[in-house]
Each structure stands twice: as structure tokens, then as C-alpha cells.
């Protein structure tokens, strides 16, 4: 009998188990899309795109990405991406309130298609390099479109963010990386 | 005004709920009648203003009401009609009002056609249905109103994910919903017996149709959806143990051990909190379900909108119905007397052995599930994925044991079976499979030990059920007219289970021989490029653009031969849609019953090829596929066989009243 109401409580038990390990899955800093690079604190890979073609802005290589003076931004993005299109406004405001220097690797996405994106929305992007076949993707290890990168002077990966830079949460969450970069004053 | 309104009736089918989860169960405690016989009315009642609630959701859909957000967010005025409709459930906050729907429709059908049911169980059934209608009312009404209106309004809508866009995903909500829903019946007869005290045969056969009405939902509902992965995803695979797949997938398994302890309940008046408990697990995966998919718990390719508000509510809600019933069950059940005992070799030794082995395998779906999440919490961050590799390699051989007893099963008699004597009768059985697999291994070019096994299993299953079918009515042993008596005197249900039985033997063939024998080439291909597959030599011909409703497409035109006859040609499409600026791929597929060969077109990858005019061509040829669908369509119709049995039939005792009071008062 002690046995038999031993065992009904079993289920009960394993319930409250997964309740706990839910209740700390549901924690809002949490984000199972948070992929963690393997990047993170080693060299920018090795790339080399040409220009968008029709484009004044150059092309991007992994050149371009050291001996900078200060921390760099790399975005990559499409035209027919939704959400690369919000993310757009945040990036222009951090090169032209807050001076940041903005890296684009257009990502799968035809020439023409993109120069008219940049021309209807604006070009903040100092070099693009074109990825249409998405090599350069492979090498930074992407998992979608927008991706944003934070690299260091010296060409080390310092920060990765996964989806686009929108909405205060991710704007702070961005910006205090940029400030651990060195690349805005803290306060 | 429509929105208003549907607003409004879901705050009065709430007011309605809360009055069902207090009266008829407090009149079941007082013995007073007219309470108890309040919750006809108002399951009527949630049910109606549900249904205006939805109704109203709808008409803002069909007319494009761009005020209201939620068809802001997935609707668009170019979308076709029947999109339109769908749209309604297609996203979070519809969806919920579907499944409060199928809720309440569930509730006011027990409250119709359960005549039969003593007074007090029912009652305390319904407003068990309540409390769950309660939970998911305020959380429609707090965290996801579907009729939050959005100003200025919009010019047009941002269109439904272009993959949604698809007759067989639009059904396939419903009927899943309507199976998880129905297990929420069987969830509140199992706690209002637990608040009884009391479980007999006769509460297990009030159960059993509502069991099978959900099952089968289900089932359609999961074989529908691993048929819109297949046709419309065009990756060329049925199923790929996805964490939302599964979580369709785990009520199903414990469904399918709750439908057959119900038996032995009902017939043995044995496995009794047993069958309690797996009712209550079942209705608890489906909430789990709801709550994965809508929470974002973990990743997947079609999980809705993450909301951590929405996520602590569900949370709340699981804990409080799973974490209540439990509490109850640990309460209650070691108070219920054992049943009928038996010997180890018998009818109910086969299906103990069929419901520890599903409750096995649902313990591994459920752990291979959940189990990136532990790890992440365990490990402090750490992030790994579980695949089909663990999936296959732990559930396969745990099944494979289970389709064997299958075949065995029918064959025990109750209480104390005749193992030798059965052995006996499938001798045959066990040597046709065997030659019927040495055959299949001598016509392929081979193939893993795994999948002969299971093939062999697979005859074994279907021979068996079919020989114990043409044993009962003596099949070709009396004269055909004899054979004919029996079967229509036979039970409805044991032709189901015939059915059902053969049903998965025949989705087996359709599982193992797409899997191991498939056979896939990817080529860049330009126009005159020629590929053979499966004894198939197929030309690609080019390329055309093309235009639909709301999307381009680019139309890929290969012509297929075999031994130099023409056979078909097939049209893979690439769509794009520019407002909800994605793509997708629509296979070409030509079906018949040995195999299906399937084509799918895809962008060029990279930038020297697409200048020469080539693109990805993918072709598939997957034999016996469609015995998948073939042999779900048998698990349906033999569960609707079973439940249109006399025994159970819901509605119609009323002619004979007097026979189910009977039962009804032991």
C-alpha cells in the first residue's frame, strides 16, 4: 500500500521536474536562436567579394578588416529580407549620430535587386562585397539573414548578433557591445 | 463593429465557463439535480458564443478587415479565398480561438449525446471542461485578443507565410487541434472519476468513443501534416522529427496506449489507474504541444511568434491542470481496487506489453525533445541539437518489438492465453514472412540488416491480422455464405482493428521501403542535361517564367522516359511572392502506387553557373511512398469502423434507453 502510493506520486514528480526546467527555459534572456560562434574572439575569416556590380561603393575583403583604427561593423543583409529592411534606419543612425564605421556583405541577393534597396533606403555601408553564391556566408558561419558582427581593431571577431538590431532590447544589447569594443564612450 | 462583437462573445462564453466550473460539480456534491443539469446549458451556451466569436474572425479575414491587426499580420486582399478562410487559424491568436472552439464543441457534445452517463459524472465532467475552457478564455482574452483593431490602418496586409499557402496545411491545424482538444474530454472524465472515487467498466466504455474520435483526428491530422512536409516543403522526406512533429507525435503514442488499456478496463475491469493516468498524460502532451510551439522553448521551422508573457501564462496554465491532476491521481488512485486478474501468457499480458512499450517510446520522443533544453540548463548555455539519428536509433527497435506482439495480440485469449496453441496457428504466418522478405532480398540490390528485419516484421504484422480476420469468419474453411454471416455478425470493432492493424503494417512497407530504398541525385543542370534515377531518364528541357495570383514563379520543364517510352513531364516550381518577399519550392511530383518520382528546382548556388543558365535540379525517387498515406488512411477508417460499433454508439441508445440506465446504475 506504502509502495502503491509511492508510485502515484511518480508522475506528479516528473511533472514538477519539467515545470522547473520550463520555468527557466522561458527566462526573457534566453533566446534558443543564440547560436554562439565559433568565431567569437578569433581572426575574421577569409574572404574576398568584389563590389555589387553597378555600384560605386567597393568590395570587401578580409583585408579591409584589419590594421583598422577602432572597432568596425560588419552587417550582412538582402534586399529580400523583411527584416533587413527595419534594421536598415538602426545601422544609418549608428554611422551618422554615432560615427561608427559600417562593413555589408550583401548576401545571395541579384545586383540590381540590392542597388535599388540601397538607393531607395540610402547607402550607410562604407565597402559592400556582393556574396551571391554565399561562400562568405559559409566562412562567417551565418545562420540566416541579418547577422551583424562587431570586429576588433586588429581583424578579431568580438561580438556576434543573430537577427536584426531592432527594438530598444536589441539596440542596448548592441550598443553595450560596441561600448565593450571600445568603439562608443562608455556612459 | 464585427470585431466588437466577437470580443464581446468571448467575454460572455468566459462569464459562461466560470458559472460550469462551480455549479454542476458542486451539485454533483449536493445531489442537487437542477445544477447538475446547468451545464447542459451552458456548454450550449460556450459553445454558440464561441462559435460567434470565430465567425466574426472569419468575416474580418473573408472581407480584409485591415483594422483589425490580426488580419493586418496575416492576411493580404490578393490572397486567394480559401487562404483567406484558413488565415483565420493561421496565426497564434486565431489558432487559440480554434482550439477554444473545438474545446467548447467537445464539451456540448457530451453534454448532447452523453444520455447514457450517470447524472453526477457528467456533471463533473463538464465543469472539468470548464475549468480548461476558463484557462484558455482569460488567456485569449489577456495575452492574445484576436480582435485588437491597429490605427491608422494599413493599405494591405503583410500576407500569410507563402508556405501556409496550401489546401493540405490548411486543414491540417484543425483536425490536429481537434485531436488534441478531444483528448481534453477523456482528460476531464478521468479527473471527474478521480473527484468519484470511482472507475468500472462502464466509465471505460463511456470513454472510448470520445478516445477514438481523438485519436483518429489525430492521426489525420499527423498524416495530413507529414504529407504537406512532403509534397509541399520539397525536401523530399515524410518526417522529420522536428520538435513540432513530435509534440503531435507523443499524444498520438499515449493515445494509442490509452485506447487500448480502455479495453481492458472496460472488459477486465483491470489496469484501471493505469488507464487514468494515461488519459491524464495524454491531454497533458497535447497542452505541452500548445505550449512548445507557442512559447519559444525551443527552435523549430514552423513555431508561431515568441511572446515571454504568453510563455509564463501557458506555464501557469500546464502547471496547474497537469500539476492538479497529478496531485489528484497521487490523491485518489492507490484507493482504487484492482480488477480481473490474469496469467502472464494472455490478452491482457499483450497489451500491458503494448502500453509499457508506447510509453517507452513516448519517453523517448519526449526526452530526445526536450532533452537540448536540459542540457542547455544543466550546462549553463551550452546548445546542441538531437537529430534523427537518436530518434531513429532509440525508437525503431523499441517499435519493432511492438509491431511483432501486434501481430500476436488478437490472437490471446483473456485471462489465460495458449501459447503453444497459438504458435501453432502462425506457423505459416511466420514462414510466408520469412520467405516474403528472403524475396524482397533477392529483387533489391541490398540494403542495412535494420530495415530487412523490419520488413520482415512489417509481413509479419499484416499476414497475422489478416489470417486472424479470415479465421473468425472461416474464410475459404466454411462455404462462402457461412463466411459471409460471420463477418456481418462479427463486431464492428474487431473489423477495425483488422483494419487499423493492417493499416500500420502497410504505412511500414510505406516507411521502410521509401527509406532504404531511395535513391536522390542533385545535379546543376542547363537545358539538355539528362539524369537516370530509379529506371527513370530524365531531360531537362528549361526554363520559363510564369505568373500566379500573388507570386511569380520560375517553371522548369523536364521530360521523363523509361526504357526509351515516353512516360510524363514534370513542372518543378520555384515561387516567389513579393509582399511576404519569400520563396518557395513546389516540387513536381508523379505519383503511382510503386513509387513517386519527385523533382524539385532551386536557385542557382553559384554566381559562374547561373551565368551559363543552370540551376540546382533535386530528383528523389521514394518507392512505396504512398503506402504511408494508403496505410494511414486504414489506422482512420478502422477507428471509424470501431466507433460506429453498436456498443459504443453515442447518440442513438436513446431508442432503447432502457439498456444503458442499466449499466449505468451497477
Known sequence: MIMGRLLAFIPLAIAVVFGGFFLWGLNPDRDPNNIP??????????????????????????????????????????????????????????????????????????????????????????????????????????????????????????????????????????????????????? | ???????????????????????????????????????????????IFVSIAFGALMQAFITSDFTVKNVVENSNSLKPMLFKVAGTWGSHEGSLLLWTLILTVFGAAVALFGSNIPQALKARTLSVQAWISVGFLTFMLFTSNPFDRVFPPPGDGFDLNPLLQDVGLAMHPPLLYFGYVGFSIVFSFAVAALIEGRIDAAWARWVRPWTLAAWMSLTAGIALGSWWAYYELGWGGWWFWDPVENVSFMPWLMGTALLHSAIVTEKRDAFKSWTILLAILTFSLSLLGTFVVRSGLLTSVHAFAVDPERGLYILGLLALTIGGSLALFAWRAPAMEPGGMFKPISREAGLLVNNLILATATGIVLFGTLYPLFYEAVTGGEKLSVGPPFFNGAFIPVMLPLVFAMGLGPYLSWKRADLPGVLQRLRFVAVLSVLATLAVWYLTEGGPVLGYLSLMIAFWLFLA??????????????????????????????????????????????????????????????????????????????????????????????????????????????????????????????????????????????????????????????????FIWIGSAMLILGGGLSLSDRRLRVGAPRRKASAPTQVAAE
Not at chain 1, 559600417?102 to 540590392?114: M, R, S, T, V
Not at chain 2, 451539485?27 to 450550449?44: C, E, K, T, V, Y
Open chain 2, 1 to 47: 463593429m464585427t470585431p466588437e462583437i466577437g470580443h464581446f462573445a468571448l467575454a460572455l462564453a468566459l462569464a459562461l465557463a466560470l458559472v460550469q466550473s462551480v455549479l454542476p460539480i458542486l451539485g454533483a456534491a449536493r445531489g442537487n439535480i437542477l445544477w447538475m443539469q446547468s451545464a447542459r446549458w451552458s456548454a450550449f451556451g460556450q459553445v
Open chain 2, 465 to 626: 491480422t489478416v489470417r486472424e480476420w479470415t479465421m473468425r469468419i472461416k474464410l475459404f474453411e466454411a462455404p462462402f455464405s457461412e463466411s459471409r454471416r460471420r463477418a456481418r455478425n462479427l463486431p464492428r470493432s474487431a473489423h477495425g482493428m483488422t483494419l487499423a492493424h493492417s493499416g500500420l503494417a502497410i504505412a511500414m512497407f510505406g516507411f521502410i521501403a521509401s527509406t532504404v530504398w531511395k535513391s536522390e541525385e542533385i545535379v546543376f543542370v542547363q537545358p539538355g542535361a539528362e539524369i537516370s534515377i530509379g529506371g527513370f531518364d530524365v531531360t531537362f528541357d528549361g526554363l520559363e517564367r510564369v505568373r500566379g495570383p500573388n507570386y511569380f514563379a520560375d517553371r522548369g520543364q523536364l521530360t521523363v522516359n523509361r526504357d526509351g517510352q515516353f512516360v510524363t513531364t514534370l513542372f518543378p516550381e520555384r515561387r516567389t511572392y513579393p509582399v511576404a518577399q519569400s520563396s518557395t519550392t513546389e516540387s513536381a511530383i508523379r505519383s503511382t502506387l510503386a513509387g513517386d518520382l519527385y523533382a524539385s528546382i532551386a536557385n542557382p548556388a553559384s554566381e559562374e553557373v547561373s551565368e551559363q543558365g543552370a540551376w540546382t535540379l533535386r530528383i528523389l525517387y521514394e518507392p512505396l511512398v504512398n
Open chain 1, 37 to 187: 560562434s565559433v568565431l567569437i574572439s578569433q581572426p575574421a575569416p577569409q574572404f574576398d567579394l568584389a563590389a555589387i556590380e553597378g555600384l560605386e561603393t567597393p568590395g570587401l575583403s578580409r583585408t579591409d578588416l584589419v590594421d583598422n583604427p577602432g572597432p568596425v561593423i560588419v552587417n550582412v543583409f538582402a534586399s529580400w529580407c523583411v527584416p533587413c529592411r527595419a534594421e536598415h534606419g538602426v545601422l544609418t543612425q549608428l554611422v551618422e549620430n554615432d560615427g561608427q564605421r559600417l562593413f555589408g556583405i550583401n548576401y545571395k541577393d541579384k545586383p540590381e535587386d540590392a542597388t535599388k534597396w540601397l538607393v531607395e533606403l540610402g547607402n550607410p555601408y562604407e565597402k559592400i562585397g556582393s556574396d551571391l553564391n554565399g561562400r562568405a556566408g559559409i566562412e562567417w558561419g551565418i545562420s540566416g539573414v541579418p547577422e551583424t558582427f562587431i570586429v576588433g581593431a586588429d581583424g578579431t571577431v568580438l561580438f556576434r548578433y543573430v537577427g536584426p538590431v531592432v527594438g530598444d532590447e536589441a539596440i542596448s544589447k548592441f550598443r553595450e557591445a560596441l561600448t565593450q569594443a571600445g568603439a562608443l564612450p562608455r556612459g
